[in-house]
């Protein structure tokens, strides 16, 4: 009873502790999702909390000054005298009620008092805004309109999409078979190239750009969607290769022995039963290759440049935080953005990844 009791307390523990940082994790990612879609006023005056139930002030009415009121002098409102700045930040009246600027040169005044409030703009010219090139117009604070041209984000987005598929499937394909020959083949220096493998994990890859974009200059490859490939095969392999391997050579030897036995070829053995078998394990791994490859910034700003007809994602977005770091409506939509297909891949291939990371980890 007491070893049933201590074992669910642990098991409540872990879950608890799960739970909180699922919590941590998905409540910025919740406020990304509003804030994306809200507009660009309410969200400089207000968090994308408001959209939820909450105590806050309500325009009641609107009181309107004489044109000419002097607003270096003391302001009377309804019988009480309060400054500038007061009614700037907005002030309480005696009766409770809230004083604040609607617009200062029109000399309105609101007047709003505590109520329950629900924030309920949401709009899809964010979205319109960073997706297309077309302009549009937006509300400022102030009540002004300003025009901004559009982003055109769609085609970075085909852009990075081209780049992020190959990128994912040519490695894995190669390190599949590489594993596979590592596992269970027979050949000179194979335990010396396994090691070399090793070797290369530890290698940063900053260390080979410089070297790597020479050979790709000389070889008319630099800006090249072959070169990113490449790049980012080269650079994904090592740990592919190994995470493959500790899968594969966990595969019980009496498959291989009784196809051997069969007559089947390696091929036919690698193509029946290796990649039907690893499948837990390629979507594992393909899963951290996709994601590496899309929110990779540094390897395709050395090796396909930041030509507008050729930006990822990630060199779009950034160079869209030195231009509007102010717009969060269009940065907070562009992050989104750039979210959607990494959760999408992630949520398809999630019944696989905890296969994947567990294979090869027990022996037997």
């Known amino acids: 009873m007491k070893r049933t009791r201590k074992k669910t307390m642990s098991k409540t523990i872990v879950n608890v502790v799960l739970a909180f940082i699922c919590l941590i994790w998905l409540i910025p990612t919740v406020g990304l999702l509003v804030s994306s879609f809200r507009p660009?006023?309410?969200?400089l005056q207000t968090g994308w909390w408001t959209v939820f139930p909450h105590r806050d002030y309500v325009t009641q009415s609107t009181i309107t000054l004489p044109k000419d009121t002097d607003l270096r002098q003391p302001i009377e409102v309804n019988g009480e005298v309060f400054d500038d700045d007061q009614l700037r930040s907005g002030v309480t009246a005696q009766d409770g009620s809230r004083l604040i600027w609607e617009?200062?040169?029109?000399?309105?005044?609101?007047?709003?008092?505590?109520d329950w409030k629900v924030n309920t703009n949401f709009t899809l010219e964010n979205y319109n805004g960073v997706l297309t090139g077309k302009s549009f117009e937006i509300m400022q604070a102030d009540g002004t309109i300003k025009a901004q041209k559009g982003?055109?984000?769609?085609?970075?987005?085909?852009?990075?999409?081209?780049?992020t598929i190959p990128?994912?499937?040519?490695?894995?394909?190669?390190?599949t078979f590489a594993a596979y020959a590592f596992a269970w083949l027979?050949?000179?220096?194979?335990?010396?190239?396994?090691?070399?493998?090793?070797?290369?994990?530890?290698?940063?890859?900053?260390v080979a750009l410089i070297p790597i974009l020479k050979d790709y200059t000389a070889l008319g490859l630099n800006g090249s969607y072959l070169g990113?490939?490449?790049?980012?095969t080269g650079f994904g392999l090592p740990?592919?290769?190994?995470?493959?391997?500790t899968f594969i050579s966990q595969l019980p030897k009496d498959l291989f022995e009784s196809a051997f036995m069969d007559g089947a070829s390696n091929f036919t053995i690698f193509t029946r039963l290796i990649l039907p078998l690893s499948v837990p394990a390629i979507a594992s791994i393909g899963i951290f290759q996709f994601l590496w490859v899309w929110n990779d910034y540094l390897v395709s700003l050395v090796f396909i440049g930041s030509q507008p007809d050729v930006q990822v994602m990630s060199m779009r977005i950034a160079a869209m935080v030195g231009s509007k770091g102010s717009d969060w409506h269009l940065l907070t939509a562009a992050a989104f953005v750039s979210m959607l297909m990494p959760l999408t891949v992630f949520f398809a291939l999630q019944k696989y990844f905890v296969r994947g990371l567990l294979g090869g980890s027990v022996k037997g």
């Open 103 to 114: 617009n200062r040169r029109a000399r309105t005044i609101q007047v709003q008092q505590p």
């Open 151 to 163: 982003e055109g984000l769609s085609k970075a987005f085909l852009n990075t999409m081209v780049v």
């Open 228 to 232: 990113i490939w490449i790049a980012h």
């Open 167 to 175: 990128s994912t499937i040519i490695p894995i394909l190669i390190a």
């Open 186 to 206: 027979r050949f000179p220096l194979r335990r010396s190239m396994f090691v070399a493998v090793i070797m290369m994990l530890v290698v940063p890859l900053q």
């Open 239 to 245: 740990l592919t290769i190994y995470f493959m391997y």
């Open 40 to 43: 660009a006023v309410d969200i």
